[in-house]
Structures are given as C-alpha cells and as structure tokens.
C-alpha cells in the first residue's frame, strides 16, 4: 500500500473544500473554478477514485458552471459532467438530478434532442423519492437546513429560466468555516471516518457518504477491513465481502485506537478496565484475519500508548460527536 491513493484522496477533498469556500462568496470565481476542476481532476485521473469524490466533484464542478452557461457547448459541458455525477448505483441525492434535468432542458430550449433522457431522468428522481420515503425517519429540520432547501430551489428556478444567477451571490452555508460538499444534498446524521489509512477530507459527512465510500474503498481493495459502529452494535466488513458483527465493546476499542491511546483511555472510553477486552478483541480480529495478535495492536514502548498495527489498513466509520 503506497501512500499515493490516500494523498490524492486528501488532496482531492482540500481542493474541493477550497472551491466551495469561495463559491457563494462575492468575486474571485476563477479561483474557484480552477480550485474545482483541479478537484475532479484528482477525483478521476489517473484512473477514478471509489465514490463518491469523482461524482461529488463532477456535480459541484457542473453546478458552478451552470451559472454561466449559455450555448449549447456549455450546456454539452455540464451535461457530461453532471451524466458522471449520477452514474454510479450510489446515490449523493436527488439534487445532481434535478440540475442534470435543468441543463437537458435548456439544451432542448436551444434545439437539441434531450427529449428521451428528459424521461429517463425523471424516472429515476421518482424512484430515487420513493426509495426516500421508504427510508426516512423522523428528524428536526432548523433553520440552516431550511434555508439550504429555498437556495437550491432558487437556484433550480433559475438554471430553468437561464436567468442571471448574480442575485443569489453570497447566500447559503457554504462559508469558509466549514465547508461542507455534501451539503444540501443528503439529510443524514454526521458521521466520521477514523482509522489507520485516514489522512484529510471532511470532518463530518453524511452516515450514508461515510459508510458507503468506507464499503468502496474495502471493495477496492485498498483496505483490509472497514468498521461500522453506531456507538451501541456494529459489523465488520472484510475485502472478501464477508460481514461480521460487531461487539460494542470491540466497536468503541477500535474507534479509540485510531489514534494512540494510553491505557487510561482506553479504561475512560470502556467505562471499564480495557486489559481483558482489548485481548479478546486482538485476538478475534487475529482469527479473522489469519494474524497475530500484535498485527491487530500493540503496546509501543516509546510513547507509552496502544495503537492499531499500521498493517492493518482499517477505518471506521461512526457518528460524529
């Protein structure tokens, strides 16, 4: 494993973050422009990252775009990109699609055949909803959450109308604080991604983002486990496809152990004396895994603290606190 992956993966998420700081800011949009497309660039070349960085990347690129797209070409442009965005069995929501379905039209205003794409989209905005409505529960919607769902609807007025997108500079959340490219886009709980391999990307995102790029990547192969814990029960997921459940003990030891801890610690996120579980955990993950139990964990002198084996290339991936 080389270190080339997860920097690119880094890189990708920074640029990105650095193209929506400045996106619903006033002035300087060529620097965001060149901050996304350098983004998706990272996302896709030389051979595509597992999603969802080359569709989160394509959308925010097209979504920017369209701003000012006017002829044909340009419209041509944002319809590949938004195509790529929602090309995966994975979803980053329905909004791709309602864009996607604003850029057809307009290609359609201005003469070209989009009539029987026009269709198929919709279906799949329908099936996306129905799929929503079985899946949803409960939850409380702020102001901020209320406010993201006017601008996009503002927004998609106006990609409709191809009207002047200038009125609606400097409105949203997407600030400089926390830029977030997933925002409006999923309403799940955040959720984070810990562990062995993580180096940059979004703090939160969306439980659904989390655990879907986590299954990605060990599909890919570029982990040798990944982890789902949602505080009380869990499951394991192996590069063989193989699922394993999760003790919640396991599941806390493992989220605490992506970075080093000390014994104290380890006994604080327990609530209890970490020793016998710690073992037993080693021990089940060894089995597992056709290791030792030192390959899972170990007691570094130096520091005084329990890490996870740089060998074990695992995440997990849990609510964001």
Known sequence: M???FWNRRRDAYAELE????RKLTMGRPYEALDHLKQAHLLATHPQPLPWPLPQITAFRLAHFLMR???????????????AE???????????PVCVHLAALSRIRGLGGDADDRIQSLLQRLHSYLQAEETDASPSHRG???????????AELVTYFLGAEYAPLEGYGALGPAEPDPFRGLIHDPPWKLVGTEFSGGPRRLPRRVAVGELEELVSAGRLRL?????GKEGEIILANGHRKRLKAHQGRLLASLCRPRTKTQLDDALGTDAAQPLSRMKKDLAQLLDCQPDDVAMFDQLSERYKLSPD?????????R
């Open 18 to 21: 650095r193209g929506l700081d």
């Open 2 to 4: 080389t270190d080339a």
């Open 312 to 320: 074990l290339r695992l995440l997990v991936a849990h609510p964001a």
């Open 68 to 82: 000012s797209a006017s002829t044909v070409e340009d419209l041509q442009e944002v319809d590949q990109l938004l």
């Open 226 to 230: 990944g982890v789902v814990f949602d």
């Open 143 to 153: 102001a901020e959450e209320r406010q993201s769902l006017t601008l996009n609807l």
């Open 85 to 95: 965005a929602t090309s995966h069995g994975r979803w980053i929501g329905p909004w």
